[in-house]
């Protein structure tokens, strides 16, 4: 009684949460209720309360339910797997709720809206999603995010629905774009906002404007507006911290480990192109450092106080892998004047997207190996944000000694699975290796590989039809390979042994492995595989999202979900010799556009 409410406009906020996850902030995400009652009864409700006795809805009331809602954007743009653990109904019934709730929320509570890490890319999707509006002519903004000083143009982007149109001028005349790339970002399948990104030749300073849909607009960067070509290339000059004051190049695989596409390119670049300053990083303590300084490879030391020196001043680093540890050593993206030339450890069959995309500023050339791979990544209406102009379909440097010393009829199954990053244990810097998990072994995944290797009927069937099985675990599964107890006959295969990983390839007549891309490798060799696929919906959930490859459709060889179908068709194989057969011989032989030694 007599007491009084404030509302404070402006005030701090801080989150407590449990350390463990069990907060609700961490698991109100996964509950079907925030998806269902708490936006009708909670949201909708009072929407609906709001405006049947004020017959409006106060702002305030419109920012609380797009605060609500802005988190769960956050967790499902782009991201397919994300309420998995809803119904294909349950979904269906959420995005109608929202679209119910968004009939109450109006446009400029959405345009003010800029709480909880929201920008223009989310406004403009709530926007397009849920009220078929494009952004207000006056709030529209481009933006701008990398320059390539080599061939002196820049890389624009905007928001906006489909069929919208760009156009950008020097001193009022027109400049024709060198690339035009359209990403669609995806709500539950359905289309959120669609992405259009221009590279724009800058070859003369001047008053740089632009136009989307005939209207004028903004150009932002780092908070500011640009309106001459000479600022903005300013403002990219000031963060470039390691100018390329040599033209030497940096090549590398793994820190720790060698024998991928990288080694082949120096290999091939020494033997080549001698004119060429280069070197090879890797950790000395690597399996492969002795092979490689036998060779006469011109060898640093991964974390030297040379390999920094020499990383500083180089003008190219090029990798088969673009882990931060490599794009980013300094941790303050200061690399990001490099030109970085990235030659995939594997065929890019997920989607990967929002990993390759932290990569946008060091990435100067992308190599793809496949027609399917290079539509999915530089083509329109996906979620990657390169297009031609990085991406080029050139193939694998290692394919080339791969193709060369091909043979058949070894008798040899080859068993790779791939890893699952829910299962890594804590890394250790000092020596850039991964410590043990110790509930590894409890997993399904180790029980699973573990179950089939020490079968009687695995060993039955191959001593029968006379084949030998070679075990190549994953690098992060060596560690417990001892808890495994695997049984003689099965011979295990480590990297840094003597034999590489392209003589295992070489050597085997079939693979069985489950999501690995290795099994391009195979079929790059015409050889069969068997994909052993039991925890399929886990893998999708947590540590990959599914991209254009379906291994029903486009696999090379059968898919399995149990042990006992895939000793089923591991019998029918072996029948066969191993050899393809129908479909999988067709899609073997159509997959690879180039079969040849001239990827390098």
Known sequence: ?????????????????????????????????????????????????????????????????????????????????????????????????????????????????????????????????????????????????????????????????????????????????????????????????????????????GLFSLEVDGKPVQLGFGGAHYSQVKDIKQRFDTILKYPNTADVWLIMDRDVQADDNAEHFYRYVKENHPEVECYFGLRKNSPDWVRLEQEGFNLLDFGSYRFERILKSCSKIISSHADNYIVDYFKDQSLIGKDFVFLPHGVFQNDWHKWMNSKIHNMSLFITTTNEEHRSIAGDYNHYKYGNKVVKQLGFPRHDALLKNNSFGNKTILVMPTWRKYLIGPHDPETGLWQKNTSFMDSFYAQCWKRLLVSLELKNLVEHYGYQVIFAPHKYVEAYLSEFELPNYIQIWKAGDNTSIQELFQNADLMVTDYSSVAFEMAYLNKLVIYYQFDYDEFYAHHAGRGYFDYSQHGFGPVVMNQEDLLKQLEIVLKGKAKPFTPYKERIEHTFSNRDQNNC
């Open 1 to 205: 009684v007599g007491s009084r409410v404030a509302f404070l406009r402006d005030a701090k906020y801080f989150y407590r949460k449990r350390s463990d996850g069990t907060s609700a902030l961490d698991t109100a995400w996964t509950k079907p209720s925030g998806y269902d009652e708490v936006l009708r009864y909670g949201c909708l409700q009072t929407l609906k309360a709001y405006d049947d006795i004020l017959g409006y809805v106060p702002r305030f009331v419109q920012t609380s339910v797009i605060y609500y809602h802005i988190w769960q954007i956050h967790r499902i743009i782009n991201n397919d797997n994300a309420l998995s653990f809803l119904t294909k109904e349950q979904q269906n019934n959420y995005l109608s709720l929202l679209k119910k709730i968004f009939v109450y929320i109006d446009e400029n509570a959405i345009h003010s809206f800029g709480l909880a890490n929201a920008w223009f890319y989310h406004k403009a999707g709530m926007l397009h999603l849920y009220k078929e509006l494009a952004p207000d002519a006056d709030k529209q903004i481009f933006y701008v995010e990398k320059y390539d000083a080599r061939n002196i143009e820049a890389l624009f982007y905007y928001f906006a629905p489909a069929n919208s149109i760009a156009s950008f001028k020097i001193d009022g005349k027109e400049i024709i774009p060198s690339e035009r790339k359209i990403l669609s970002h995806t709500f539950l399948n359905q289309t959120f906002i669609y992405e259009y990104r221009y590279w724009v030749p800058l070859d003369r300073d």
